[in-house]
């Protein structure tokens, strides 16, 4: 007959190994969620180096003739003075000029132009984007895209619309590392998007066991040690 010592032992022991295996994906939770709980969630999305958009009167604008359902449509400043407008249709965003033609893709000085009215970096570097590897930085995005910053400061950067230049991203080094502790705590260290892992859920099951074995010896243990 086991004895209530004995079964102390065991838990002890199971509670010991179970802790062991996953103490590092622990201390990577207890770290990131520190991270997370202090650090500004504004400043890691580089929202304090957007600038106001530009307002105006519009001027007059063509619509364009469509053969497709529309959901929306929207009349957008792009560059000072020029209005353009955006159509959503079943296959996706269409984006015309104000006379109604289909809109080119920006030019490197035209991104660079709208990289320094819709933020504060001041960028003198662009760069044309076109494909995306999982997990960067862009993911999410529609491309392609441009890539602008300063060569003073290459670690900040606004991702732009291909067509409208609207800023869709700013990255800097707080959200990367904000992005890197993100994948650690979901455990998805290639696209840091998934939730639901196979790894998540084999660890979180491992801290309920550690946790459940850690209470077990609470009430195992004698009372005086309590």
Known sequence: MTTRFERQRQVRRWHRRIALLCAAQLLAWTLSGVFFAFVDIEGVRGSHHRKAPQADLLPHITFPALSEPTSSLKVLWRLPGEAIVSVET?????WYSGDGEALAPLTASEALVLGTLGTDLAPNQAEWIETAEAGAE???????LWRVYHDDDPSTVAYLHSKSGQVLAIRNTAWRWWDFLWSLHIM??????????WL???F?????ATAVAGLSLFFLSPQRWR
């Open 90 to 94: 079943e296959t996706g965003a269409q």
């Open 138 to 144: 862009y993911r999410g995005a529609p491309l392609p």
């Open 188 to 197: 998805d260290y290639d696209t840091r998007d998934e939730i639901g892992t």
């Open 200 to 202: 998540l859920r084999v």
């Open 204 to 208: 979180s099951m491992l801290a309920v």
